[in-house]
């Protein structure tokens, strides 16, 4: 198997390390995996000593795992660096451990896109098992219904291939069910058909909040399902790598993704004639160039968010929601992301979660320490919350629940039952630990 490291290892604290530095975990053991050998070895030296096995590549979502003081950490590094795309069938097979970053390198030669993150740095596997929301969602729904297979191991130790023939109840439940249920080693996944896409990013003073959000809100209800597209409010730290206008500067982003660009073109006259934009706008670009569009940190950093799904934007709603992540806010980005389209059906044959409920995603995120302590964001996350109540759809997304640890308001309720029912099949004495778990 791959190395073991023990807490009384000097290699301890970096192999322990999640990418949100906030999730300070300490298990019994950590695993470096890099191939699919390591991982059955770790299970079965997990087994032998008594310990579960949480499985991660990045540990993007890793402050929602219990306590792994009875738990190897297994790290999943079995990407080589290479993805294998298939031009002719769409299809690129990715092993686990590999970024967003690694496969748009890949597919992008081939005039292909990806359903990809919000950042190139976003481990594809953990992406794939809460759903997968992408700038290409309104017209192609979520990423893991274009998932053809699955290669896992099992709780008990076997290597195995699932898809909608093979092992069909365990592919339902890895399609948006999470981590519960097997170790994803590799998958197949469906690749777009999309050299160049209209995309682009549009930044407004704070004090045009209001008229920019209504307008945006008023073009969502007659958008295309052809374009997707988010709306934030942000203050960006003082930084370098931060356009100079931005610094420091309260301010509010306006991006998104046009299969046509007549789309595009509408959403920015209609910005432009309520606001003039700090800098910015929307054109032809690259696909390869749209994981980078929403400027998400790539680097590890401690953070602290939450979300849920919204049925509406009313101006009530509007108001809301400018007040309570507005000024005096401890948040760096608060933010809604356009839903509907294809996102709001489920597909034939579709697994735990294929689609969302609901036209909005409100999210919010901070740094603990910039401005704020962690008690103090969590309890203005908490407020935010509570403030934009009225407006929920009482469900929320696997990715952007960050705060809870059970997967229940995460999938429908017939699906979390059937999960329950998977994973008392699949893994009866709950050897893997998930980050969002089905109690």
Not at 9 to 35: F, G, I, K, M
Not at 74 to 97: F, M, N, Q, S
Not at 121 to 126: A, D, E, N, P, Q
């Amino acid at each position: 198997m791959g190395p073991v490291v023990l807490p009384d290892s000097p290699h301890y604290d970096t192999a322990r390390r999640a990418w949100n530095l906030h999730a300070d975990q300490r298990p019994a053991a950590v695993c470096v995996a890099t191939c699919v050998e390591h991982v059955q070895s770790a299970v079965a030296y997990a087994r032998a000593h008594g310990l579960r096995v949480a499985p991660q590549t990045t540990g993007h979502l890793a402050q929602t795992l219990p306590d792994l003081r009875d738990t190897l950490l297994l790290r999943l590094e079995l990407h080589d660096g290479e993805v294998e795309a298939d031009p002719v069938a769409r299809i690129a097979r990715i092993k686990a451990g590999a970024r967003w970053g690694d496969v748009v390198q890949a597919v992008a030669p081939h005039g292909l896109a990806v359903m990809h993150g919000s950042s190139p740095s976003v481990g594809v596997i953990g992406y794939l098992l809460g759903g997968g929301l992408s700038f290409y969602a309104r017209a192609h729904g979520l990423a893991v219904n274009h998932v053809r297979a699955f290669e896992v191991v099992t709780p008990d130790g076997a290597r195995r291939r699932v898809d909608h023939r093979n092992g069909a109840d365990l592919f339902y439940a890895l399609r948006g069910g999470g981590g519960s249920f097997a170790i994803v080693t590799a998958v197949e996944l469906g690749l777009l058909p999309y050299a160049e896409v209209t995309g682009g990013a549009m930044f407004f003073p704070a004090r045009d909040a209001f008229a920019v959000l209504r307008a945006w809100r008023d073009w969502t209800v007659v958008a295309r399902d052809t374009i997707t597209t988010t709306y934030r409010l942000l203050c960006l730290p003082p930084l370098p790598e931060v356009p100079e206008p931005l610094r420091g500067v309260p301010t509010v982003c306006v991006d998104g993704v046009a299969l046509e660009s007549t789309d595009a073109v509408e959403l920015e006259a209609r910005l432009r004639y309520v606001s003039a934009p700090i800098l910015g706008g929307f054109g032809p670009m690259p696909s390869a160039g749209v994981v980078r569009l929403h400027g998400d940190p790539e680097d590890p950093v401690p953070a602290i968010g939450d979300g849920m799904l919204l049925e509406e934007l009313d101006d009530w709603a509007i108001e809301t929601f400018l007040r309570v992540a507005g000024p005096g806010s401890p948040l760096l980005a608060a933010e809604l992301r356009q839903l509907g389209g294809a996102l709001a059906s489920k597909p034939g044959g579709a697994g735990a979660r294929g689609h969302l409920e609901g036209n909005f995603l409100l999210f919010g995120v901070g740094i603990p320490g910039a401005p704020a302590p962690a008690a103090e964001l969590n309890a203005h996350l908490d407020h935010y919350l509570a403030a934009m109540a009225p407006w929920a759809t009482g469900t929320r997304f696997t990715s952007f629940a960050e705060r809870r640890s059970a997967l229940e308001s995460c999938v429908p309720e017939p699906a979390l039952k059937r999960l329950a029912e998977i994973q008392r099949a699949v893994d009866p004495d709950r050897l893997l630990v998930a980050s969002h778990a089905v109690s």
